[in-house]
C-alpha cells in the first residue's frame, strides 16, 4: 500500500493555525509518541489539559492533526494527519507575501526548538550510553553544488528517512529504539560562482575542504 500523502500547508489561515509555540509543540510530541491525550500532551510540553485541550482543537480544524482511535473508549488522543505536514511554497497563496511572512514566523518557532533540542542533547551527552554516543551525529559543512545536484541531494535525503517512515510512534519502535530527532538543512548561502573552468569532482572520494564538524549528535521533520 502507498504511503499516504503529505498534507501541505498553501493558505495563510492553515499557517497561521500552526504560528504558535504551544502548537508547534504539540505538533512535535505526537509526531514523537504517535498519538496523546490533551493531559498526556500537556504533561510533556508544560501546558495545562485545557489550553492543550484548545490547541489541539484549532489544529484539528484546519486539518492537521485529527483524532486516535481510544483504547479504552473513554479517552480522546490526537495523532498528527497520516502523512505528516509540510509548508507547500511555490504555487497558489504561497506566492503571497503575507504567506512569506506567516511561514518565516512558523520557520522562526521551529528553528528555535531545534536549536533547543540539541543543545540540551549536548549537554547531556556525557551521561549517555556509549554505544548511543558514537551513534549519534552532527555535521554541518559547505560544497558547491547545481540546482540539480541540490534536488538530487534532497531526494536522497528523503529516501534515507523513508527507510524508516514506518517507525511513528511508540507502538512502531522495535525493543531498545528510542526516538531520534533528524534535522536536515540544506539551502543556497551566496551567489552562484561566475563562469569558471568547470565542473570540479563529483560525488565520491577527494580532497575535502569544507568545514566539516562531525559532533557526535543529530536531530528533523514532522
Same mark, same amino acid.
Given at each position: 500500500?502507498? /504511503?499516504? $500523502?503529505?498534507?501541505?500547508?498553501?493558505? #495563510?489561515? @492553515?499557517?497561521?493555525?500552526?504560528?504558535?509555540?504551544?502548537? #508547534?509543540?504539540?505538533?512535535?510530541? =505526537?509526531?514523537?509518541?504517535?498519538?496523546?491525550?490533551?493531559?498526556?500532551?500537556?504533561?510533556?510540553?508544560?501546558?495545562?489539559?485545557?489550553?492543550?485541550?484548545?490547541?489541539?482543537?484549532?489544529?484539528?480544524?484546519?486539518?492537521?492533526?485529527?483524532?486516535?482511535?481510544?483504547? /479504552?473508549?473513554?479517552?480522546?488522543?490526537?495523532? #498528527? #494527519?497520516?502523512?505528516?505536514?509540510?509548508?507547500?511554497?511555490? @504555487?497558489?497563496?504561497?506566492?503571497?507575501?503575507? *504567506?512569506?511572512?506567516?511561514?518565516?514566523?512558523?520557520?522562526?518557532?521551529?528553528?528555535? &526548538?531545534?536549536?533547543? %533540542?540539541?543543545?540540551?542533547?549536548?549537554?547531556?551527552?556525557?551521561?549517555?550510553? %556509549?554505544?548511543?554516543? %558514537?551513534?549519534?551525529?552532527?555535521? *554541518?559543512?559547505?560544497?558547491? =553544488? @547545481?540546482?540539480?545536484?541540490?534536488?538530487?541531494?534532497? &531526494?536522497?535525503?528523503?529516501? =534515507?528517512? /523513508?527507510?524508516?517512515?514506518?517507525? &511513528?510512534?511508540?507502538?512502531?519502535?522495535?525493543?531498545?529504539?528510542? $526516538?531520534? &530527532?533528524?534535522?536536515?538543512?540544506?539551502?543556497?548561502?551566496?551567489?552562484?560562482?561566475?563562469?569558471?573552468?568547470?565542473?570540479?569532482?563529483?560525488?565520491?572520494?577527494?580532497?575535502?575542504?569544507?568545514?566539516?564538524?562531525?559532533?557526535?549528535?543529530?536531530?528533523?521533520?514532522?
Amino acid at each position: 500500500m502507498a /504511503d499516504p $500523502p503529505r498534507k501541505q500547508i498553501d493558505d #495563510v489561515p @492553515t499557517l497561521r493555525a500552526l504560528a504558535h509555540p504551544a502548537r #508547534v509543540a504539540l505538533i512535535e510530541v =505526537l509526531a514523537m509518541h504517535g498519538s496523546l491525550t490533551a493531559t498526556g500532551a500537556g504533561e510533556l510540553i508544560g501546558e495545562s489539559p485545557s489550553n492543550c485541550s484548545f490547541h489541539l482543537r484549532q489544529l484539528a480544524r484546519y486539518g492537521l492533526i485529527e483524532q486516535a482511535e481510544s483504547t /479504552d473508549g473513554r479517552t480522546r488522543p490526537w495523532q #498528527v #494527519v497520516p502523512g505528516g505536514i509540510g509548508i507547500g511554497i511555490g @504555487t497558489g497563496s504561497a506566492q503571497d507575501a503575507e *504567506f512569506t511572512a506567516t511561514a518565516a514566523a512558523v520557520n522562526d518557532l521551529w528553528t528555535a &526548538r531545534q536549536a533547543a %533540542a540539541e543543545a540540551e542533547w549536548l549537554r547531556r551527552w556525557p551521561a549517555e550510553p %556509549a554505544e548511543w554516543q %558514537a551513534a549519534a551525529m552532527s555535521t *554541518f559543512t559547505y560544497r558547491w =553544488l @547545481t540546482a540539480d545536484e541540490l534536488a538530487a541531494y534532497q &531526494r536522497d535525503a528523503h529516501a =534515507l528517512i /523513508d527507510r524508516y517512515r514506518g517507525r &511513528r510512534g511508540l507502538d512502531s519502535a522495535p525493543p531498545g529504539a528510542r $526516538p531520534v &530527532r533528524v534535522y536536515v538543512s540544506a539551502f543556497p548561502a551566496g551567489p552562484a560562482h561566475p563562469a569558471g573552468p568547470g565542473p570540479g569532482p563529483g560525488p565520491g572520494p577527494g580532497p575535502d575542504t569544507g568545514p566539516d564538524t562531525d559532533t557526535d549528535t543529530d536531530t528533523g521533520g514532522i
